[in-house]
Each structure stands twice: as structure tokens, then as C-alpha cells.
């Protein structure tokens, strides 16, 4: 059995099986990528939540793991070379995984990296973007109400983002076309928040986007986004 306790994470959320991967995370758009990947790899893990509601993200345990304080995170007992391996920050952790299990990325190298150049364009564009939008958009409105500015700026840029993948979507299900790939599972929990999280379909227009919509639809209607769309459990 392997042996995590020399990760001080593991004090504050004890490992029931520590022989699987350890998930410390919130069901946030950033949080779910991860438990979406894990469930379409089907490898097994333990989740954990970090609740934002007690600050446990500024916790010394948790910043031993991700020093930057933010979900997700996760402990592989069983990393390179057999070692246990600590990562935070979702993009990395995705490629890991897909590394790790041969699957979610194409097999084809030079279709792999066009495949890691839509995780990249998530993690520079749709989520800081979208998350700042939504951040004035619902969480700060009255710390903008007299001035606007900030919440169309985000607004726009999240339009125009969304008018990229629209553009990409045409005559393809998925971003890479056919194949499913941690692209699309690292993009659409983002854009679906858009409505599930922040109620702001009509303001960014996301009917103008029907390509994205249905590509939304098919990815969150998969078994394993149902489920980890939903995890860890708040409750």
C-alpha cells in the first residue's frame, strides 16, 4: 500500500484508499475538468473538498500541495517511475492524465498538439475571461453599478471567445472532430457556466453561439460529466 503520509495534505484530508489518485477540489468549472477526466479514464480516486467557504485553500496543508492556494489539486500514489506525484493547475493535471492512461489526447503528434493548444486557449482565454465576467456579472454587480465598463469589457472578450469556438465547431461534434479529448473537457465546463453558474446566457448572447450550445449538450450529457459534474459532493 502506498504510502502518502509524508504530504502534510493528506493530515488535513486523511487518504481512506491510499493506493488511488487523491482529488482536492470544489464543483467549480476549474474543479469538475478534473473529475469529468477521471471519470471518462475511469481511474479510480478519492475526492476531497477544499470548501472556499472556510478558507481551506489558504490552509497549510493544502498550500504544501498547491502553493498558489487554488483547486484543483491532486496526489498520484502511483507516479512517474512508480513515485508518488503532487500537481496542481488543471491544464498540467489533464495532460497528465492523459498521458498517464494513453487516452483523451490523439495518438497522432501533430494532432495531439493541436489538441493541447485548445487546453492552452481555456486556460489563457475562456476561463479567466469567462470567470471575470462572471465575477462582476453576479458576484461584484454592486461594486460596478455605476460604471460599467468592467463587465462589457469582460463581456466582449467573452463573446469574441466564444465566436473562436463556434468557428471551430462547424461541420465538427467535437474540437479535435470526431475524437472526444481532454480539449472539449477542458473547455465546455467553463462555457456551460455561462448559464448553470451565472445565469447570464442573454446578456453574452449565447443563442448566437447554436454550435457551441449543442456542443455544450452533447459533452455535459455524458455519463461521465453527469457524475462529475458533481463532485466533490458539497454535501
Keep these: 500500500m502506498s504510502d502518502l503520509t509524508a504530504y502534510p495534505v493528506t493530515r488535513r484530508w486523511p487518504a481512506k484508499d491510499p493506493s488511488v489518485i487523491q482529488l482536492y477540489s470544489l464543483p467549480t468549472p476549474n474543479g469538475v475538468k478534473i473529475s469529468i ?20 485553500q489558504k ?32 491544464g498540467a493535471i489533464l495532460l497528465y492524465l492523459a498521458e498517464k492512461t494513453g487516452k483523451l489526447l ?16 481555456q486556460v489563457g482565454g475562456i476561463g479567466p475571461m469567462l470567470g471575470q465576467f462572471g465575477h462582476f456579472f453576479k458576484f461584484a454587480a454592486d461594486k460596478v453599478a455605476n460604471n460599467s465598463y468592467a463587465m462589457e469589457r469582460y463581456r466582449d472578450e467573452a463573446k469574441r471567445l466564444l465566436g473562436v469556438l463556434e468557428q471551430r465547431l462547424e461541420g465538427r461534434d467535437w474540437l479535435m472532430g470526431a475524437e472526444y479529448t481532454i480539449a472539449d473537457i477542458a473547455n465546455f465546463p467553463w462555457v456551460r457556466a ?32 453527469v457524475k462529475g459534474l458533481e463532485i466533490p459532493e458539497t454535501s
Design 194 to 225: 455561462i448559464e448553470a453558474a451565472y445565469g447570464a446566457g442573454d446578456v453574452i448572447g449565447i443563442s448566437d453561439f447554436p454550435k457551441v450550445m449543442k456542443w455544450v449538450q452533447r459533452a455535459e450529457v455524458r455519463p461521465a460529466s
Design 106 to 121: 490523439p495518438s497522432d503528434a501533430a494532432l495531439r498538439y493541436e489538441a493541447i493548444q485548445w487546453v492552452f486557449f
Design 59 to 90: 490552509t497549510p496543508e493544502f498550500l504544501s500541495l498547491n502553493p498558489n492556494g487554488k483547486i484543483p489539486a491532486i496526489l498520484d500514489p502511483d507516479g512517474p517511475a512508480g513515485k508518488p506525484l503532487g500537481l496542481f493547475e488543471s
Design 37 to 56: 477526466a477521471l471519470e471518462e479514464l475511469g481511474l479510480p480516486y478519492e475526492p476531497h473538498l477544499v470548501s472556499f467557504s472556510t478558507n481551506d
